[in-house]
């Protein structure tokens, strides 16, 4: 059966035109995708992003076991509110899923996860932490709304309440804080976000999110669908998890090794093959692809080089460049001409640096 969000009648009520998404239905756009995706270049968006994964973990050896469970570092967290993005690894250092972390304290933390994995992201942690007697708690009451955009921060902060604003404002980028929303609602408000733009990603009880979701549209913020989050985070050089990374992947060939942080004396789930992996050389990396020509590149399609056949991961129609672009999955070494196998025709592709794009605009090169 489809799951749904406690939002599923707003969005309907919006003329959203619905999918499933990974089991839950779920809004894709609201008329115009390309408009939404604009809005959030240009203004300010939201999304229900309430299918995602709250998992709160308590115990007094709770930055143990994350230390153990997570590729990167928990360490860095020393306030109360940062967040940390990171892999969970298997033995093989392929990646479970990619979540963030906050930091309360050192015996409390709380994860969000990706909807599609959350049946086998609760059972790892669940099997993980009994070494270290820690409580994994789902928090299923908890609705999100991720508001983004150039303007998000501003129309938010002009919601909550006024005592609260000045240190919201101040919130520093992958940091969060309570606040009081209108009407006196509960807010965990963390200054993170999928799209490239500012903005913010809140946790709400379940009970206030329609209210919640009225306000920000009474605000001045366009509801967008996932859709438009899929072109904004490819912009930005966003991973999807099942799509450009999984379990057979590791961090190495997703163009995540910024994320791994290989402490001295910390003995993390895959820490062994990731290195391993490094000592013998990747075999396949992942690059940024623009296609000049007409044509759109789609995930799957056949990359063609000088070092052997890869494969396109994430592509789409870039609305801010006004041309396709793509993450792909390449044979390491020098990969010459690049071409794309789209329906028979062999396309030219150019070899980038992403993101693609950074404050709304292309970046340089692209």
């Known amino acids: 059966m489809t799951a749904k969000t406690v939002l599923n009648d707003t969005h309907r009520a919006l003329g959203a035109r619905m999918v499933d998404f990974g089991g839950w239905d779920m809004p894709i756009n609201y008329g115009s995708q390309i408009e939404e995706h604009h809005a959030v270049r240009g203004d300010a968006g939201m999304f229900d992003v309430s299918h995602m994964t709250v998992i709160d973990l308590h115990g007094p050896r709770t930055r143990d076991f994350l230390r153990h469970l997570l590729a990167n570092s ?11 993005y990171s892999c969970m690894l298997n033995e093989r250092g392929g990646v479970i899923d990619d979540l963030i972390v906050y930091f309360f304290d050192d015996a409390h933390y709380r994860l969000v996860v990706n909807a599609a994995t959350r049946a086998k992201d609760l059972a790892w942690i669940e099997a993980q932490a009994k070494d270290f007697d820690v409580v994994v708690k789902e928090r299923p009451e908890f609705a999100m709304i991720a508001v983004q955009g150039p303007n998000a921060r501003g129309k938010v902060i002009a919601l909550l309440h006024e005592g609260d604003r000045p240190r919201i404002e101040k919130l520093g980028k992958f940091a969060a804080a309570a606040a009081q929303g209108p009407h006196g609602m509960p807010l965990f408000v963390a200054r993170t976000g999928y799209t490239g733009e500012d903005g913010f990603e809140i946790i709400v009880p379940e009970e206030h999110a329609v209210a919640l979701w009225q306000a920000l549209v009474d605000a001045g913020v366009k509801p967008c669908g996932l859709g438009a989050r899929d072109t904004l985070r490819l912009e930005a050089g966003m ?21 791994i942080a290989f402490d001295e004396g910390r003995d993390f789930i895959g820490r062994s093959a990731l290195e391993a992996q490094k000592a013998e050389g990747v075999k396949r990396v992942m690059v940024g692809l623009v296609l000049d020509d007409k044509g759109v590149l789609r995930h799957g399609q056949k990359v063609l080089t000088a070092q052997g056949e890869g494969e396109i991961l994430s592509g789409s129609f870039s609305p801010t460049l006004e041309k396709a672009i793509a993450f792909a999955r390449i044979p390491a070494g020098e990969p010459g001409d690049i071409r794309v ?22 970046c340089e090169g692209i």
């Open 239 to 259: 991973n999807l998890y099942g799509q450009d990374m999984d379990e057979d992947v590791s961090p190495w060939e997703a163009n995540l090794g910024w994320t």
């Open 341 to 362: 196998d789209i329906r028979g025709r062999e396309l030219p592709v150019r070899l980038v640096r992403y993101p693609f794009v950074r404050d709304g605009k292309p």
């Open 74 to 84: 928990v360490d860095k967290l020393k306030v109360s509110g940062k967040a940390l």
